[in-house]
């Protein structure tokens, strides 16, 4: 099944021809962009008014941090930063390093990351 066939939380995507997430990959849009474009296509099928506040949330961030496109942070002094655990770490490395390297293994890893705090999430609500 295709990644655009399933979908978390609803359906609210699934009635466009065109998915946001296409448009947002497809155009090389940033965070802050793709979701002013994810907001404002589904407010009128999800959240109403508070999807707009959000969308409009993000516009007002790009304004105020965009001297900040261009420059860089690694993911390390991320995760330091913040005290990220290991896995999610883990995760947020591989991500960082798809985006400069486009290697698919760097996604695979991520995967697999993400299946073990899933793991971790359910064997806790079981205990």
């Known amino acids: 099944m295709s990644s655009l066939e ?3 939380g609803g359906n609210h995507y699934k ?6 997430i296409e448009f ?3 155009n090389n849009l940033n965070f802050p962009e ?10 009128k099928f999800k959240d109403g008014l508070r999807d707009l506040e959000k969308a409009k949330h993000y516009i ?10 261009g420059r860089e942070l690694s993911y390390l002094g991320f995760n330091l930063e913040n005290k990220i655990p290991y896995l999610e770490g883990r995760i947020i490395k591989r991500i960082w390093r ?6 698919i293994k760097e996604l695979e890893i991520a995967l697999e990351c993400i ?5 971790e999430y359910k064997c ?4």
């Open 115 to 119: 299946d073990k705090l899933m793991e």
């Open 60 to 69: 007002e961030m790009l304004i105020e941090f965009r001297d900040y496109f």
């Open 34 to 43: 793709g979701n002013v474009v994810k907001y404002v296509c589904r407010h």
């Open 24 to 26: 947002i990959i497809l």
């Open 6 to 8: 399933k979908q978390v």
């Open 124 to 127: 806790s609500e079981n205990s």
């Open 15 to 20: 009635r466009f021809k065109i998915q946001p």
């Open 98 to 103: 798809y985006s400069r390297t486009k290697d």
